[in-house]
């Protein structure tokens, strides 16, 4: 019963990217307002940010923050963020039923990643759902547009004199859903999308682009959908865009905690699509992915709650989940599962930073708090960097009614610059410890510095406002490493980091 494999430094996946790291900032509920924005909070600055949650927000070690949406994107009109707030209007935000009053907006945005710290980067989405490439044109030259245009100066006389210098871009969201304002079939998107994307590059020829692909591995144009929007946009985007959240459908817990095994054959099915296409145009070019919505989302009460809303709120309570110890299993699953493709994944974006399915929690005028989910990212944040070793598991399995026989060991291991490295793995069973026996070939690591465990008696425990420090990992001992050999007990669901070193 015991889980197998062997890191070997000849056999590599890829280096990660510092973007996997990424987040999202939308506007949608309490995300910004009373979540990173509340001027008046006891801990806010002078531009009204809070500093509690920034604090968090570094710990957690995020890099890209895309923004401002979302579903909320398709309706944004960028002009309407900026300038002095108190003449900025407020508007209906169709995507969430609420009232937006745009006090938070482009330059606050900024201010916020600036103050996160050198590692955070923007990742700024354009409208193409209501609008279209003369609208993309007109932010990115006020954005990015050093001085001497009217846009440009207009930034500057808004009291911005740098540029904001954003690079990577997303070209829309979600084009392929039915819920989405302006929802676009993939010849009219793939079309939309080229011609943004040829005249941004007019303004720039060094942006990032991020073409929208599908909504989830399950809607019914997937596949279909990226071959045709990237036969229109191959030449002229960086990356395709693959969003997926999951939850216990029916109650399912064990077909849950192998939600990984969707999300991988998600991964590779966009590769071979993507790929697909360059062979068709005989292109040396490979397109990368942006997993920029990627979370465990109770979505189905969400659904029934949207269902009920006839009035516009401004920062209602949405999307507000709190996450278990199972929940932060399977999350640190599928973080896992962005590792074990590092080579093509070179974007991924936590859906979403605070308050909105969300890492971090708020009350207003109150504490900011870590939810369970926090942990396994911030630990993959800080030791996850380098080159991703390839893991090939030999693990007893279990029976899942949506994905068959599944691992019980989902694992990846990534090596540092240094030499260290840093094993991420867990243990699916709900019942049993599961044995790990690793052999290291040729890794000059001759002790375990440290192993962390998220595992709890109670796998329903979470972290709340009157309980914030409920759940946190834990040190496990009895780990050795001896003659090449990794030993390990996993205890039962359980997100597990090994550090060697
Ligand atoms: O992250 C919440 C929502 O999920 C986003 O606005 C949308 O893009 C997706 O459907």
């Known amino acids: 019963h015991t889980a197998r494999f062997t890191l070997d430094p000849a056999f590599t996946i890829g280096d990660v990217n510092p973007r996997l790291f990424g987040s999202f900032v939308e506007h949608l509920g309490r995300c910004v307002y009373t979540g990173i924005f509340e001027p008046g909070h006891p801990t806010a600055d002078d531009k009204g940010l809070r500093q509690d949650v920034l604090d968090l927000v570094r710990e957690l070690g995020v890099t890209a923050v895309r923004y401002p949406g979302g579903n909320f994107v398709s309706g944004y009109k960028w002009e309407d963020s900026v300038g002095p707030a108190e003449d900025r209007p407020r508007r209906l935000d169709l995507a969430w039923h609420s009232t937006e009053s745009n006090r938070f907006g482009l330059s606050e945005y900024i201010d916020f990643l600036r103050k996160i710290g050198p590692r955070a980067e923007p990742m700024m989405a354009v409208n193409l759902g209501t609008r279209g490439v003369a609208e993309a044109l007109e932010l990115q030259e006020y954005a990015n547009h050093p001085e001497g245009t009217a846009l440009s100066d207009l930034r500057v006389s808004h009291g911005d004199k740098d540029p904001f210098g954003i690079r990577l871009w997303c070209l829309g969201n979600e084009m392929d859903g039915p819920w989405q304002t302006g929802h676009k079939t993939a010849e009219e998107y793939g079309r939309v999308a080229a011609e943004t994307a040829r005249a941004m590059r007019q303004i720039d020829p060094h942006v990032e682009l991020v073409a929208c692909g599908s909504s989830s591995q399950s809607m019914p144009t997937f596949a279909e959908w990226e071959a045709t929007v990237l036969q229109e946009t191959y030449d002229l985007v960086d990356h ?3 969003h997926a959240y999951y939850w216990p459908e029916n109650g399912d817990i064990d077909s849950f905690l192998a939600s990984a095994v969707d999300m991988e054959s998600f991964i590779e099915n966009v590769i071979a699509t993507a790929d697909h296409v360059g062979a068709r145009l005989k292109s040396k070019k490979k397109i990368n992915l942006s997993f920029d919505e990627w979370n ?21 309570r949405l999307l507000e ?15 896992i599962a962005l590792l074990r493709h590092a080579d093509r994944v070179t974007v991924a974006c936590l859906a979403q930073l605070v308050n909105v399915i969300a890492p971090i929690m708020t009350e207003p005028g109150g504490p900011a708090w870590r939810q369970t989910t926090f ?76 192993h962390s465990a998220l595992a709890d008696a109670d796998p329903d425990a979470r972290n709340t406002l009157d309980d914030p420090e409920r759940v946190a990992p834990h040190q496990v001992e009895g780990t050795a490493l001896q003659d ?9 669901l359980s997100w597990n980091m090994i550090r060697l070193g």
């Open 240 to 242: 395709i865009s693959l």
């Open 296 to 316: 465990v989302w109770y979505l189905p009460e969400w659904q029934a709650h949207a269902q009920t809303v006839t009035d516009w709120p401004e920062a209602p």
């Open 321 to 335: 989940d709190n996450y278990s110890v199972t929940d932060a299993v399977v999350f640190g699953s599928l973080l």
């Open 375 to 450: 942990f396994p990212f911030a630990q993959a944040a800080e030791h996850g960097r380098g080159q991703v070793l390839d893991v090939r598991v030999a693990s007893p399995t279990y029976g899942t009614k949506k994905y068959g026989e599944a691992d019980l060991l989902h694992a990846t291991a990534v090596r540092a610059d240094d030499g260290t490295v840093t094993v991420f793995a867990v243990n699916r069973s709900r019942t049993e410890a599961l044995p790990l026996d690793v052999t290291l070939n040729r890794l000059d690591v001759t002790r375990v510095v440290e």
């Open 484 to 492: 090449g050999r990794l030993t390990a007990v996993l205890q039962p």
